[in-house]
């Protein structure tokens, strides 16, 4: 499937899926220390989802940044294409995991079970079908959190969500426009933004 | 709706009291913690052989928070609003 870039834009989606990658280690940090008090599964599943979302996103950037700086203007080499591909697969893989631990951490517990992806599933479209549908189920667990606690934090984690969900949907549509892409970016940034503003509010100290 | 709480959200609940209050007798934490008088003697020793409150002879003893306790107390609070804001409970 081709995705259409703008030129101007390139660097800065590196950037972002960088920024995007320190804020969900800061959360899966957070979550570490949660997970080290309590002990419990949940909180472990929090914790290493968003370790492995950050691997992802922060191999995706390196390797877009790579490709960025030993491409020239128009063409890509294959090794810059290479590079490129294995990025995404990364990235691809990696965050396919991630959701799925984020969805076994909102099951109840007697239906916690490890989650096996299917192999053709690490293929483009494949790709942002899948992420759509786990993602469903978290967002609509982190909405009826929302609902049961009408917290200001439960709120900014739904967005968060429904922003990545949003970055998987606009994603399958990149072939048509190049703003697209760049919306899609955006999106993505902008719902792991939204967890920064949470974890802020959160470590607020407060007497 | 009856929760059952857990024995980090009960050390918690006597650690804020006794923070909030300055001070608290024994009596006060029992009916304001609403515990029993063995579980609420069995988490004040864990607290006071963790160092995070220390109990203090006046008029009768008075138990007090350390600066263990209050940190503590404020790290609880933290993962407390980070569990709550993703909504798996503690």
Redesign the interface.
């Known amino acids: 499937m081709i995705i259409l870039v703008p030129s101007w834009f390139f660097g800065f989606d590196s950037a972002m899926y960088i920024l995007s990658a320190a804020i969900a280690f800061l959360v899966s940090f957070?979550?570490l220390?949660?997970y080290n008090?309590?002990s419990?599964k949940?909180?472990f599943y929090?914790h290493a989802s968003f370790a492995v979302l950050g691997m992802g996103l922060l191999t995706l950037g390196i390797t877009t940044l790579l490709t960025l700086s030993t491409s020239s203007a128009s063409v890509f080499d294959d090794g810059a294409a290479w590079a490129d591909d294995f990025g995404f697969w990364i990235y691809y893989a990696s965050s396919l995991f991630a959701y799925g631990l984020l969805a076994v951490?909102?099951l109840p517990e007697k239906l916690k079970f490890p989650i096996f992806l299917p192999f053709w599933s690490i293929g483009f479209p494949y790709f942002q079908i899948l992420s759509i549908f786990i993602l469903s189920y978290v967002i609509f667990?982190?909405a009826?959190?929302y609902a049961?606690?009408r917290?200001s934090?439960?709120l900014?984690?739904m967005l968060a969500f429904a922003l990545m969900g949003a970055y998987h949907l606009l994603s399958l549509f990149t072939s048509q426009n190049p703003f697209v892409y760049v919306v899609a970016q955006i999106s993505l940034l902008s719902g792991f933004v939204s967890l920064l503003v949470?974890?802020t509010?959160?470590?607020k100290?407060?007497r | 709706m009856n929760v059952k709480r857990s024995r980090l959200s009960i050390l918690a609940d006597i650690l804020k009291l006794v923070r909030d209050s300055g001070g608290m007798k024994p009596t006060h934490i029992l009916y304001k913690a609403n515990l029993s008088h063995p579980r609420m003697k069995k988490h004040l020793t864990m607290l006071i052989e963790g160092g995070f409150i220390e109990a203090v002879e006046g008029k009768g003893i008075v138990y007090r928070i350390t600066k263990k306790g209050d940190k503590f107390v404020s790290e609880i609070r933290k993962i407390e609003k980070l569990s709550e804001a993703f909504g798996v409970p503690m």
């Open positions: 957070n979550a220390k949660l008090i309590t419990k949940s909180h929090l951490m909102y667990k982190s009826a959190n049961l606690n917290n934090n439960a900014l984690v949470m974890l509010r959160v470590n100290i407060e």
